[in-house]
């Protein structure tokens, strides 16, 4: 059984992004693993593993346009089913 079992992944298009920042506010607030925050201050490539993607996607929302959000659970691929 996996810690985290969703996949979350997401672009942000924004102004004055700051890829440090998000990596230090996702440490800090949400429960998860496998963070990347990549990217530059308009465009920031997000893929974290958590039990909440919700929460990540509230947070990101709040930083710019979301979009190609992708949230995939993880313990149904494991069984072989569609995530």
């Not at 997401?10 to 990217?39: M, P, R, S």
Request: hydrophobic letters at 35%; aromatic letters at 10%.
């Amino acid at each position: 059984m996996l810690e985290f079992k969703f996949d979350t992944q997401l672009l942000i298009e924004g102004h004055d992004l700051d890829e440090d920042a998000i990596n230090d506010y996702f440490v800090n607030n949400f429960k998860g693993d496998c963070l990347l925050a990549v990217g530059d201050d308009e465009l920031i490539k997000i893929h974290y593993h958590t039990n909440e993607p919700w929460k990540v996607l509230e947070y990101c929302a709040s930083l710019g346009e979301i979009y190609d959000v992708v949230i995939e659970n993880m313990e149904r691929q494991e069984q072989g089913l569609q995530g």
